[in-house]
């Protein structure tokens, strides 16, 4: 029998958020920013920074919106903790390899209307420091036309030393501003895949302490570029089409010297 690729809403989902904000609260002394930043409906991927186990759910508890959320495959393999999990809205991805089924159901927890929330970065940071983000979240925020939203969480790391002394951890969780991926029609090629991951990631990393940032490290300069070339190119586009015409702002992503071309 064919495994469905579809994740969806469960009736518990929300009742299980509640303990899940309940539980969190018992550990972790969460500070939080901007959340009502994020939409309150239609398509979004919130992307974040992966250091431990607990960020998905940190997320997900900041969140009040229905949410899915990719977790490893190693997960599922307990019974009732995979009854628990897929109640919830997590669902299996195979990491090391590429994952047509999970890329299926996340489209359609878009295509519903919902959030989806990914670490883009593929697997834990374990020191914190921010790595190369992958590109497969550009191809699901492209194919369903979602909003996407960096959600920076920091101070988990110290998580399992505050737990062995019966403390709660402070944590951080800082939300930015959603956007849509500057890109026309088409599937981007990988090399335009990676530009529009770094252009999302240098977002991400502006919400981080300097010291975590990694291979992001200009984030500021990168995302000042950024946002000028943005706006020099809507100027562009008002004074050529004789004022606001959006279709024409998705812009080539300056991230890294890449850049990327499409068709009008």
């Known amino acids: 029998m064919t495994e469905t690729t579809e994740c969806p809403m469960n009736r518990w989902h929300f009742p299980l958020k509640r ?34 186990w607990i960020d998905p759910l940190v997320a997900a508890a900041m969140v009040d919106r229905e949410v899915a959320i990719m977790g490893k495959a190693q997960l599922f393999r307990v019974p009732i903790v995979r009854m628990v999990l897929r109640a919830y809205g997590v669902f299996p991805v195979r990491r090391q390899e590429g994952d047509l089924r999970a890329f299926r159901t996340a489209l359609s927890v878009l295509e519903r209307g919902a959030v989806l929330i990914v670490a883009p970065e ?39 030393r505050h737990v062995r002394r019966l403390r709660r951890t402070p944590v951080q969780v800082r939300f930015g501003q959603p956007f849509k991926l500057p890109w026309g029609q088409g599937r981007p090629s990988h090399q335009e895949g990676l530009a529009l991951i770094d252009e999302a990631m240098y977002k991400l990393a502006a919400l981080m302490p300097p010291e975590l940032r990694g291979f992001y490290a200009d984030a500021d300069v990168q995302v000042a570029a950024l946002a000028a070339c943005s706006a020099s190119a809507a100027r562009g586009v008002d004074n050529q089409f004789g004022g606001d015409n959006r279709e024409y702002r998705g812009t080539p992503p300056a991230a890294r010297g890449y850049r990327a071309s499409h068709p009008h």
């Not at 899940?20 to 939080?32: D, H, K, P, Q, S």
């Not at 992958?134 to 492209?142: D, E």
């Open 19 to 52: 303990l899940l904000r309940f539980l969190l609260g018992l550990f972790l002394r969460v500070e939080w920013g901007e959340r009502e930043l994020v939409p309150a409906e239609g398509p979004v991927v919130i992307y974040f920074n992966h250091s431990n």
């Open 122 to 160: 593929g697997t834990r940071s374990h020191d914190g420091v921010l790595q190369r983000g992958k590109p497969g979240m550009v191809y699901l925020a492209l194919r369903s036309d979602a909003w996407v939203q960096p959600v920076a969480i920091l101070g988990v790391l110290e998580f399992r």
